[in-house]
Protein backbone atom coordinates (compact mmCIF):
# COMPACT_ATOMS: atom_id res chain seq x y z
CA UNK A 1 0.00 0.00 0.00
CA UNK A 2 1.31 3.57 -1.00
CA UNK A 3 2.54 5.55 1.87
CA UNK A 4 2.01 9.00 0.35
CA UNK A 5 5.79 10.01 1.65
CA UNK A 6 5.69 13.34 -0.53
CA UNK A 7 2.07 13.90 0.86
CA UNK A 8 3.11 13.87 4.47
CA UNK A 9 6.06 16.14 3.65
CA UNK A 10 3.88 18.85 2.29
CA UNK A 11 1.07 18.31 5.66
CA UNK A 12 4.09 17.81 8.14
CA UNK A 13 5.28 21.98 6.49
CA UNK A 14 1.71 23.22 6.60
CA UNK A 15 1.38 21.88 10.01
CA UNK A 16 5.13 23.59 10.93
CA UNK A 17 2.85 26.71 10.37
CA UNK A 18 1.24 26.22 13.30
CA UNK A 19 3.20 25.09 16.26
CA UNK A 20 1.96 24.05 19.95
CA UNK A 21 1.55 27.92 20.97
CA UNK A 22 -1.53 28.05 18.27
CA UNK A 23 -3.65 24.93 19.72
CA UNK A 24 -2.29 26.32 23.34
CA UNK A 25 -4.53 29.32 22.79
CA UNK A 26 -7.35 27.70 21.03
CA UNK A 27 -7.62 25.19 23.42
CA UNK A 28 -7.74 28.10 26.39
CA UNK A 29 -10.22 29.72 24.34
CA UNK A 30 -12.31 26.89 23.36
CA UNK A 31 -12.11 28.29 20.28
CA UNK A 32 -12.63 26.18 16.82
CA UNK A 33 -9.34 26.53 14.43
CA UNK A 34 -10.14 28.61 11.80
CA UNK A 35 -6.79 29.59 10.34
CA UNK A 36 -5.70 25.94 10.56
CA UNK A 37 -8.77 24.65 8.45
CA UNK A 38 -8.47 27.19 6.17
CA UNK A 39 -5.07 26.48 5.58
CA UNK A 40 -5.62 23.02 5.20
CA UNK A 41 -8.67 23.78 2.29
CA UNK A 42 -6.48 26.10 0.23
CA UNK A 43 -3.77 23.50 0.16
CA UNK A 44 -6.48 20.98 -1.16
CA UNK A 45 -6.53 18.53 1.50
CA UNK A 46 -10.21 18.76 2.55
CA UNK A 47 -11.14 17.95 -0.74
CA UNK A 48 -8.66 15.07 -0.68
CA UNK A 49 -11.70 12.55 -1.52
CA UNK A 50 -13.00 13.96 -3.48
CA UNK A 51 -12.96 12.88 -7.73
CA UNK A 52 -10.87 14.90 -9.74
CA UNK A 53 -14.09 15.50 -12.03
CA UNK A 54 -15.54 17.69 -9.57
CA UNK A 55 -12.39 19.67 -8.67
CA UNK A 56 -10.47 17.03 -5.80
CA UNK A 57 -7.84 15.13 -5.98
CA UNK A 58 -9.26 11.62 -6.04
CA UNK A 59 -7.12 10.07 -3.65
CA UNK A 60 -8.09 6.49 -1.98
CA UNK A 61 -8.42 6.33 1.47
CA UNK A 62 -5.01 5.11 2.19
CA UNK A 63 -4.70 8.86 0.98
CA UNK A 64 -6.67 10.40 3.38
CA UNK A 65 -5.52 8.48 6.44
CA UNK A 66 -2.05 9.64 5.46
CA UNK A 67 -3.03 12.87 5.79
CA UNK A 68 -4.76 12.78 9.01
CA UNK A 69 -2.35 10.32 10.52
CA UNK A 70 0.41 13.11 9.70
CA UNK A 71 -1.65 16.01 11.25
CA UNK A 72 -1.64 14.33 14.52
CA UNK A 73 2.24 13.19 13.83
CA UNK A 74 2.87 16.81 13.88
CA UNK A 75 1.21 17.70 16.71
CA UNK A 76 -1.82 19.46 15.61
CA UNK A 77 -5.66 18.19 15.95
CA UNK A 78 -7.08 16.76 12.87
CA UNK A 79 -10.41 16.77 14.80
CA UNK A 80 -10.99 19.56 13.74
CA UNK A 81 -11.28 18.03 9.68
CA UNK A 82 -11.80 14.66 9.62
CA UNK A 83 -15.57 14.83 9.50
CA UNK A 84 -15.16 16.21 5.97
CA UNK A 85 -13.33 13.40 4.76
CA UNK A 86 -15.74 10.38 6.17
CA UNK A 87 -18.65 12.61 5.86
CA UNK A 88 -18.00 12.97 2.10
CA UNK A 89 -18.24 8.80 1.40
CA UNK A 90 -22.29 8.86 1.99
CA UNK A 91 -22.55 11.56 -0.72
CA UNK A 92 -20.34 10.03 -3.25
CA UNK A 93 -21.30 7.13 -2.87
CA UNK A 94 -25.25 7.32 -2.92
CA UNK A 95 -25.92 10.99 -3.91
CA UNK A 96 -27.54 11.51 -6.95
CA UNK A 97 -25.64 13.10 -10.21
CA UNK A 98 -27.36 15.95 -9.72
CA UNK A 99 -26.30 16.42 -5.83
CA UNK A 100 -22.36 15.23 -6.86
CA UNK A 101 -22.57 18.24 -9.45
CA UNK A 102 -24.46 21.12 -6.97
CA UNK A 103 -22.35 20.96 -4.18
CA UNK A 104 -19.19 18.52 -4.42
CA UNK A 105 -17.00 21.15 -6.60
CA UNK A 106 -17.96 24.17 -4.20
CA UNK A 107 -16.89 21.43 -0.94
CA UNK A 108 -13.92 20.94 -3.06
CA UNK A 109 -12.68 24.78 -3.51
CA UNK A 110 -13.72 25.63 0.36
CA UNK A 111 -16.73 27.62 -0.63
CA UNK A 112 -18.73 24.99 1.61
CA UNK A 113 -18.22 23.01 4.34
CA UNK A 114 -19.31 19.44 4.65
CA UNK A 115 -18.28 19.10 8.62
CA UNK A 116 -21.51 18.19 10.51
CA UNK A 117 -22.84 14.48 11.08
CA UNK A 118 -26.16 14.35 12.31
CA UNK A 119 -26.84 10.95 14.06
CA UNK A 120 -26.72 10.35 17.28
CA UNK A 121 -29.14 11.23 19.94
CA UNK A 122 -29.47 11.97 23.84
CA UNK A 123 -32.06 8.89 24.54
CA UNK A 124 -30.59 6.26 21.92
CA UNK A 125 -26.77 6.94 21.86
CA UNK A 126 -25.19 4.21 19.67
CA UNK A 127 -28.42 2.68 19.14
CA UNK A 128 -28.60 4.02 16.16
CA UNK A 129 -32.29 2.01 15.19
CA UNK A 130 -34.05 3.76 18.12
CA UNK A 131 -33.52 7.55 17.30
CA UNK A 132 -36.48 9.70 17.33
CA UNK A 133 -35.68 12.44 14.84
CA UNK A 134 -38.11 12.11 12.20
CA UNK A 135 -38.74 13.38 8.69
CA UNK A 136 -42.14 13.59 7.27
CA UNK A 137 -42.83 14.16 3.73
CA UNK A 138 -44.94 17.58 3.06
CA UNK A 139 -45.18 18.28 -0.95
CA UNK A 140 -41.90 19.23 -2.39
CA UNK A 141 -40.21 18.88 1.30
CA UNK A 142 -39.80 17.15 4.23
CA UNK A 143 -40.07 18.24 7.55
CA UNK A 144 -37.39 17.52 10.28
CA UNK A 145 -38.23 17.63 14.24
CA UNK A 146 -36.43 16.20 16.45
CA UNK A 147 -32.83 16.61 18.45
CA UNK A 148 -29.23 15.22 17.69
CA UNK A 149 -26.36 15.37 20.10
CA UNK A 150 -22.22 15.41 19.86
CA UNK A 151 -22.90 17.01 16.56
CA UNK A 152 -19.42 18.42 16.13
CA UNK A 153 -18.39 21.30 13.88
CA UNK A 154 -21.87 22.05 13.36
CA UNK A 155 -21.09 25.83 14.06
CA UNK A 156 -18.29 25.79 11.68
CA UNK A 157 -20.25 24.15 8.78
CA UNK A 158 -22.43 24.78 5.96
CA UNK A 159 -23.65 21.40 5.34
CA UNK A 160 -24.95 18.22 7.66
CA UNK A 161 -25.64 14.83 6.32
CA UNK A 162 -28.57 14.32 8.62
CA UNK A 163 -30.56 10.54 9.60
CA UNK A 164 -34.12 10.70 10.17
CA UNK A 165 -37.05 8.48 10.69
CA UNK A 166 -38.98 8.76 7.44
CA UNK A 167 -41.43 5.60 8.38
CA UNK A 168 -42.55 4.73 11.82
CA UNK A 169 -40.24 1.92 13.83
CA UNK A 170 -43.53 0.01 14.35
CA UNK A 171 -44.35 0.12 10.53
CA UNK A 172 -40.88 -0.20 8.31
CA UNK A 173 -40.38 -3.49 6.84
CA UNK A 174 -37.72 -4.18 9.08
CA UNK A 175 -35.23 -3.22 11.83
CA UNK A 176 -33.23 -1.58 9.64
CA UNK A 177 -35.82 0.13 7.43
CA UNK A 178 -37.62 3.66 7.72
CA UNK A 179 -34.59 5.68 8.50
CA UNK A 180 -33.19 8.28 5.36
CA UNK A 181 -30.53 10.39 4.88
CA UNK A 182 -30.68 14.27 4.25
CA UNK A 183 -28.61 16.73 2.68
CA UNK A 184 -29.28 20.02 5.13
CA UNK A 185 -28.53 22.97 4.38
CA UNK A 186 -27.61 24.35 7.73
CA UNK A 187 -27.06 28.23 6.68
CA UNK A 188 -30.24 28.20 5.48
CA UNK A 189 -32.36 26.27 8.23
CA UNK A 190 -30.47 28.71 10.89
CA UNK A 191 -31.71 31.76 9.28
CA UNK A 192 -35.35 30.42 9.17
CA UNK A 193 -35.03 29.89 12.71
CA UNK A 194 -36.29 26.02 11.98
CA UNK A 195 -32.53 24.77 13.68
CA UNK A 196 -30.72 25.72 16.57
CA UNK A 197 -27.38 24.88 17.99
CA UNK A 198 -26.24 24.70 21.20
CA UNK A 199 -22.70 24.24 21.83
CA UNK A 200 -21.35 21.59 24.57
CA UNK A 201 -17.91 22.56 26.98
CA UNK A 202 -16.33 19.06 27.07
CA UNK A 203 -12.83 17.95 28.83
CA UNK A 204 -11.25 18.65 24.96
CA UNK A 205 -11.60 21.84 22.89
CA UNK A 206 -13.60 19.52 19.86
CA UNK A 207 -16.53 21.94 18.83
CA UNK A 208 -19.35 19.70 19.86
CA UNK A 209 -22.89 20.60 19.65
CA UNK A 210 -26.61 19.78 20.57
CA UNK A 211 -29.01 20.67 17.65
CA UNK A 212 -32.71 21.30 18.04
CA UNK A 213 -34.71 21.10 14.70
CA UNK A 214 -38.08 22.68 14.81
CA UNK A 215 -40.08 21.57 11.48
CA UNK A 216 -37.23 22.50 9.85
CA UNK A 217 -37.65 21.66 6.08
CA UNK A 218 -35.72 20.08 3.63
CA UNK A 219 -36.03 19.57 -0.43
CA UNK A 220 -37.09 16.04 -1.30
CA UNK A 221 -34.21 17.14 -3.21
CA UNK A 222 -31.69 16.63 -0.69
CA UNK A 223 -33.15 13.28 0.38
CA UNK A 224 -29.58 11.35 -0.42
CA UNK A 225 -30.65 7.53 -2.46
CA UNK A 226 -33.67 6.03 -1.67
CA UNK A 227 -36.03 6.75 1.00
CA UNK A 228 -36.13 4.02 3.94
CA UNK A 229 -32.68 3.23 3.09
CA UNK A 230 -30.61 5.28 5.31
CA UNK A 231 -29.19 3.26 7.45
CA UNK A 232 -27.33 1.09 5.54
CA UNK A 233 -26.08 4.08 3.71
CA UNK A 234 -24.96 5.56 7.00
CA UNK A 235 -23.62 1.66 7.70
CA UNK A 236 -21.19 1.49 4.21
CA UNK A 237 -19.46 4.67 5.53
CA UNK A 238 -18.43 4.16 8.72
CA UNK A 239 -15.46 1.06 8.24
CA UNK A 240 -14.00 4.55 6.28
CA UNK A 241 -15.00 6.62 9.40
CA UNK A 242 -13.25 4.15 11.67
CA UNK A 243 -10.20 3.31 9.46
CA UNK A 244 -9.38 6.95 9.56
CA UNK A 245 -10.04 8.14 13.21
CA UNK A 246 -7.21 5.00 13.44
CA UNK A 247 -4.45 6.78 11.27
CA UNK A 248 -5.19 9.37 13.43
CA UNK A 249 -4.46 7.77 16.86
CA UNK A 250 -1.39 6.52 15.31
CA UNK A 251 0.04 9.46 14.41
CA UNK A 252 -0.68 10.87 18.25
CA UNK A 253 0.69 7.74 19.54
CA UNK A 254 4.06 8.36 17.46
CA UNK A 255 3.47 12.19 18.25
CA UNK A 256 3.90 10.61 22.00
CA UNK A 257 6.24 8.19 21.52
CA UNK A 258 8.88 10.80 19.71
CA UNK A 259 8.43 13.21 22.76
CA UNK A 260 9.03 11.05 25.42
CA UNK A 261 12.18 9.01 24.00
CA UNK A 262 13.62 12.68 22.79
CA UNK A 263 13.37 13.75 26.59
CA UNK A 264 14.39 10.98 27.64
CA UNK A 265 17.62 11.05 26.05
CA UNK A 266 17.91 14.65 27.17
CA UNK A 267 16.74 14.36 30.32
CA UNK A 268 19.15 13.84 33.14
CA UNK A 269 18.88 13.66 36.89
CA UNK A 270 21.55 11.73 39.36
CA UNK A 271 24.25 12.22 36.89
CA UNK A 272 22.52 9.71 34.09
CA UNK A 273 19.81 10.09 31.76
CA UNK A 274 16.54 8.61 32.65
CA UNK A 275 16.17 6.86 29.61
CA UNK A 276 18.89 4.44 30.97
CA UNK A 277 17.13 3.58 33.27
CA UNK A 278 14.66 0.54 31.79
CA UNK A 279 11.60 1.64 34.34
CA UNK A 280 11.54 4.55 31.69
CA UNK A 281 12.41 2.84 28.50
CA UNK A 282 10.24 -0.14 28.84
CA UNK A 283 6.78 1.57 29.16
CA UNK A 284 8.20 3.85 26.21
CA UNK A 285 8.99 0.40 24.04
CA UNK A 286 6.39 -1.08 25.23
CA UNK A 287 4.01 1.61 23.61
CA UNK A 288 6.28 1.34 20.15
CA UNK A 289 5.13 -1.80 19.91
CA UNK A 290 1.32 -1.71 20.47
CA UNK A 291 1.41 1.70 17.67
CA UNK A 292 3.44 -0.72 15.49
CA UNK A 293 1.25 -3.62 15.90
CA UNK A 294 -2.17 -1.58 15.43
CA UNK A 295 -0.31 0.31 12.47
CA UNK A 296 -0.12 -3.10 10.87
CA UNK A 297 -3.79 -3.63 10.81
CA UNK A 298 -4.83 0.11 9.82
CA UNK A 299 -2.93 -0.50 6.22
CA UNK A 300 -4.79 -4.23 6.66
CA UNK A 301 -8.16 -2.88 6.73
CA UNK A 302 -7.46 -0.01 4.37
CA UNK A 303 -5.93 -2.37 1.75
CA UNK A 304 -9.63 -4.58 2.63
CA UNK A 305 -11.30 -1.34 1.90
CA UNK A 306 -9.63 -0.37 -0.86
CA UNK A 307 -9.76 -3.90 -2.94
CA UNK A 308 -13.90 -3.69 -2.53
CA UNK A 309 -14.28 -6.25 0.27
CA UNK A 310 -15.87 -6.37 3.45
CA UNK A 311 -13.42 -4.25 6.04
CA UNK A 312 -16.11 -4.42 8.67
CA UNK A 313 -13.43 -6.41 11.32
CA UNK A 314 -10.13 -4.70 10.58
CA UNK A 315 -11.68 -1.45 10.77
CA UNK A 316 -13.38 -2.11 13.96
CA UNK A 317 -10.38 -3.71 15.62
CA UNK A 318 -7.57 -1.21 14.32
CA UNK A 319 -9.71 1.57 15.62
CA UNK A 320 -9.79 -0.37 19.03
CA UNK A 321 -6.57 -1.03 18.89
CA UNK A 322 -4.96 2.27 17.27
CA UNK A 323 -6.92 4.30 20.29
CA UNK A 324 -5.53 1.99 23.19
CA UNK A 325 -2.38 2.32 21.95
CA UNK A 326 -2.00 6.26 21.53
CA UNK A 327 -3.38 6.14 25.06
CA UNK A 328 -0.85 3.80 26.17
CA UNK A 329 1.82 6.42 24.10
CA UNK A 330 0.68 9.06 25.99
CA UNK A 331 0.32 8.09 29.13
CA UNK A 332 4.45 6.47 28.73
CA UNK A 333 4.73 10.21 27.72
CA UNK A 334 3.35 11.97 30.45
CA UNK A 335 4.89 9.30 33.03
CA UNK A 336 8.29 10.11 31.37
CA UNK A 337 7.90 13.87 31.79
CA UNK A 338 7.09 13.86 35.17
CA UNK A 339 5.69 17.51 36.55
CA UNK A 340 5.93 18.93 32.90
CA UNK A 341 3.83 16.44 31.31
CA UNK A 342 0.90 18.53 32.90
CA UNK A 343 2.01 21.96 32.01
CA UNK A 344 0.29 22.88 29.30
CA UNK A 345 3.53 24.73 27.05
CA UNK A 346 4.46 21.12 26.56
CA UNK A 347 1.07 20.19 24.55
CA UNK A 348 0.95 16.64 26.16
CA UNK A 349 -1.80 17.36 28.41
CA UNK A 350 -3.76 18.69 25.29
CA UNK A 351 -2.90 15.63 23.19
CA UNK A 352 -3.64 13.26 25.95
CA UNK A 353 -7.41 14.71 26.03
CA UNK A 354 -7.53 14.83 22.98
CA UNK A 355 -6.75 10.94 21.89
CA UNK A 356 -8.74 9.64 25.30
CA UNK A 357 -11.74 10.68 23.06
CA UNK A 358 -11.53 7.33 20.79
CA UNK A 359 -11.84 4.92 23.13
CA UNK A 360 -15.67 6.39 23.10
CA UNK A 361 -15.96 7.33 19.62
CA UNK A 362 -17.27 7.10 17.05
CA UNK A 363 -17.74 4.56 18.78
CA UNK A 364 -16.59 2.51 21.94
CA UNK A 365 -14.43 -0.21 22.55
CA UNK A 366 -17.22 -2.49 24.58
CA UNK A 367 -19.49 -1.73 20.79
CA UNK A 368 -16.20 -3.40 19.23
CA UNK A 369 -15.99 -5.85 21.27
CA UNK A 370 -19.76 -6.52 20.88
CA UNK A 371 -19.19 -6.65 17.23
CA UNK A 372 -16.15 -9.06 17.16
CA UNK A 373 -17.81 -11.83 19.32
CA UNK A 374 -20.69 -11.73 17.25
CA UNK A 375 -19.69 -11.01 13.29
CA UNK A 376 -16.07 -12.66 14.00
CA UNK A 377 -16.85 -15.46 16.27
CA UNK A 378 -20.05 -16.54 16.05
CA UNK A 379 -21.36 -15.52 19.25
CA UNK A 380 -24.66 -14.83 19.86
CA UNK A 381 -26.05 -11.30 19.02
CA UNK A 382 -25.61 -9.32 23.13
CA UNK A 383 -27.88 -6.22 22.24
Known amino acids: MEQYESVREEVAKLCADFPGPYWQAKDKARAYPSEFVAALGEAGYLAALIPETYGGAGLPLSGAAAILEEIQRQGCNGGAVHAQMYVMGTLLRHGSDEQKARYLPRIATGELRLQAFGV ?80 IDTMMNHATTEIFYDEMRVPAANLIGDEGKGFRYILSGMNAERLLI ?47 AAELLVRDGIAKYEAGENAGAEANMAKMLAAEASWAAGEACIQTFGGFGFAAEYDIERKFRETRLYQVAPISTNMILSYIAEHVLGMPRSY
Open 120 to 199: TEPTSGTDTLSLKTTARRDGDDYVVSGQKLWTSRAEHSDLMILLARTTPREEAASRTEGLSVFLVDMKEALAAGTLSIRP
Open 246 to 292: AAECIGDAKWFIDKASSYAKERVLFGRPIGQNQGVQFPIARAYAQMR
